[in-house]
């Protein structure tokens, strides 16, 4: 595609970044066939390709407007269309580009600003998320069932994170809202890798990854919750840590981004490049540990009638491009998995989008959650807390993180 991207521009990266993802696009069009608005709205606008045009026109001196906003607004940044693209355009980096533009040069009414204020402010920190939940809890009974639906059952807590000490040592992202609403998800990550021989080390000065403030186009504060995280485990990294173990995959599409984001920022650079390096999905990790993994599964009592469900999340098949692992590990476990069609496709959760786009996202899930009930799964896994969450609200079969899934058959197995 041919650019005409001002001078001033392009002497800063990120004008370099944008010209150079721009040129590799070819208009062929193999995006809007995987875009899940495009499928939905059938606006060119509303598609990868249409939405390249729009920043182009932005970056080439064309004043944005509410028009161009809403189609921004509207992606789900699954970047879908990344695993279709033959020329390899990295559409996910340029729709933030494009985003933070327009963001700077149109407004936004009073009620969308409180609305992305308030959900920057309380997400974020579990200080705030904890107490408000447990009042939206409280008073669940007395709701209209729209409003319940989006109020997830409480967990009881499993305390039993490992004691032993290993030689072997991993950090783990405690992330924002997953101990409140999953808080057993880190714990049975926990429990499978001591059975490997590894001590997962929880640093309780680490917190929100940076996904959802930096996705609500607050650049400077998600820079800041990314530096928090950089200090917070950095020492322990010195100390020999090996990786830092995920097991929400928006957050890993993240943390692999951090040395981008970090790149220009000479006291941050190296280290943040070095997290990104070190910053594993606990499915990267068991795989790489095949050699123990193997004998472990096959200890397990196979339950060869029960069938179980795995959506994989758009941030693990497409943001960090693993696609296939999860569902081995699974099948290798003993589970049969049902085939679900179109597993390309979001559900419609995409960190705040649920909230910022009720209705595209409602028909994502609807379209969602037919497929992954099917064949009628005893039970849905997925591989983040956003999706599950999500898909949970709009089906009644029990959902849960695969990685819970391998730690209950483990226990079983023992027993």
């Not at 009620?111 to 309380?122: C, E, G, S, V, Y």
């Not at 809202?177 to 490997?196: F, G, M």
């Amino acid at each position: 595609m041919k650019t005409n991207i001002s001078q001033q521009l392009l002497d800063t990266r990120q004008g370099r970044e944008a010209n150079d993802i721009l040129r590799a696009c070819v208009h062929c069009g193999f995006c809007t066939a995987t875009c899940p608005t495009y499928q939905l709205l059938g606006d060119e606008l509303d598609s990868p390709r249409g939405r390249i045009y729009l920043i182009k026109e932005i970056l080439e001196g064309q004043k944005p407007t509410i028009e161009t906003q809403k189609h921004l607004d509207r992606c789900l940044t699954c970047r879908s269309c990344e695993s279709t693209c033959p020329s390899g355009v990295q559409y996910g980096r340029l729709v933030d580009i494009g985003r933070e533009i327009v963001e700077k040069n149109v407004s936004r009414s009073f009620l969308d600003n409180a609305k992305r204020n308030l959900l920057n402010k309380i997400i974020p920190n579990p200080t705030l998320f904890r107490p408000l939940l447990m009042i939206g809890r409280f008073v669940k009974p007395i709701l209209p069932s729209s409003a319940k639906r989006k109020i997830p059952i409480a967990q009881q807590t499993k305390n039993n994170w490992p004691t032993v000490s290993h030689t072997r040592k991993m950090l783990i992202l405690n992330g924002c809202v997953q101990p409140t609403l999953a808080p057993n998800i880190n714990v049975a990550a926990a429990r499978v890798l001591d059975s490997l021989g590894i001590t997962v080390l929880r640093v309780s000065e680490a917190g929100c990854c940076g996904a959802v403030t930096h996705h609500l186009n607050k650049q400077e504060e998600a820079i800041s919750h990314i530096k928090r995280n950089i200090d917070a485990w950095w020492p322990h990294v010195e100390s020999g840590a090996e990786c830092i173990v995920i097991t929400a995959s928006g957050c890993g599409t993240m943390l692999k981004d951090y040395g981008h984001l970090l790149i220009d920022d000479p006291e941050y650079a190296e280290r943040a490049k070095k997290i990104s390096e070190i910053s594993k999905d606990i499915v990267e990790i068991l795989n790489a540990e095949g050699d123990k993994l193997n004998p472990l599964l096959s200890k397990l009592k196979k339950n060869p009638s029960k069938t179980i469900s795995f959506h994989s999340p758009c941030s693990l098949q497409h943001g960090q491009q693993i696609k296939g692992v999860t569902e081995a590990i699974l099948e290798r476990a003993g589970f049969k998995l049902t085939n679900v069609t179109d597993p390309h496709l979001c559900c419609g959760s995409a960190g705040t989008y649920s909230i910022l786009q009720p209705d595209l996202s409602q028909r994502l899930l609807k379209d969602k959650v037919r497929n992954l009930e099917a064949e009628n799964p005893d039970t849905i896994v997925t591989a983040n807390i956003g999706c599950l969450t999500h898909i949970q609200n709009g089906t009644k079969t029990q959902v849960q993180h695969w990685i819970e899934l391998i730690d209950q058959e483990l226990s079983r197995s023992h027993a």
